[in-house]
């Protein structure tokens, strides 16, 4: 069956510092693979998605930056943390080759910048 | 691009009674409605989907509803019980960029004993 790992499940960093936060799955290849969002409040922000190895699409402008080095491997850095960094992070995967299916989403990392 | 409303954004049901949560989506290439559940503190997780060429769905007390003509579609869930208590997201997919979903805003769904 598949699974997907996130970590660290907290963290607390200092404005200026570096971030980065890692997603992998298993049971599964080619997957499409995604990372949001959620501040203060309910709302699902959809930073980054990725369709293969290399492949890094940007939905919104930002401090932030993704990369997809291994197949099932997505990363999320910051060169500089700023304190609108703040909130819960959420990495996802679905089934790649086309079509339309479910997100299985990661237990989240929950970011404060201070 | 998708947009997809969810309404309303907080819900507050007596124990037993049912609840219904509906969104409206702009893409009418759009094919594919999940439904999610976020516990306080937790991970989105799916409770059910809908395909269009499906007009409604069951599991046990949750169910969906899809109308493509009116592009609109609904959570219902029966027998509410405390532990129903959530933010609920709709999200939409299949259209131009069909490996993408759009989520609504969510809805917080109070079950009150």
């Known amino acids: 069956s598949q699974t997907i790992h996130q970590w660290p499940a907290t963290l607390v960093q200092p404005v200026g510092s570096p971030l980065s936060l890692e997603c992998t799955v298993e049971g599964t290849s080619n997957p499409n693979l995604y990372w949001y969002r959620q501040a203060a409040g309910r709302g699902l922000q959809l930073l980054f998605y990725s369709v293969g190895i290399g492949q890094i699409s940007s939905e919104v402008p930002q401090n932030l930056s993704a990369s997809r080095p291994q197949d099932r491997q997505f990363i999320l850095s910051s060169k500089k943390l700023l304190l609108s960094d703040s909130g819960f992070y959420l990495c996802?995967?679905?089934?790649?080759?086309?079509?339309?299916?479910?997100?299985?989403f990661g237990s989240g990392t929950r970011l404060t910048v201070v | 691009g998708e947009n997809v409303e969810q309404h309303p954004s907080t819900l507050s049901v007596q124990e037993g009674d049912s609840a219904v949560i509906k969104c409206t989506y702009s893409?009418?290439?759009?094919?594919?409605f999940p439904w999610y559940k976020q516990e306080l503190g937790k991970r989105p997780q799916l409770i059910i989907d809908?395909?269009?060429?499906?007009g409604e769905k069951k599991d046990q007390r949750i169910a969906v509803t899809l109308n493509k003509t009116a592009k609109h579609f609904s959570l219902h869930i029966t027998e509410t019980q405390p532990e129903d208590s959530a933010v609920y997201f709709c999200?939409?997919?299949?259209?131009?960029?069909?490996?993408?979903?759009?989520f609504g805003k969510g809805t917080l769904l109070t079950v009150n004993p």
């Open positions: 809908i395909r269009s060429n499906v």
């Open positions: 893409d009418s290439a759009s094919n594919y």
């Open positions: 996802a995967w679905s089934a790649g080759g086309g079509g339309s299916y479910g997100y299985t």
């Open positions: 999200a939409a997919s299949g259209g131009g960029s069909n490996y993408k979903l759009t």
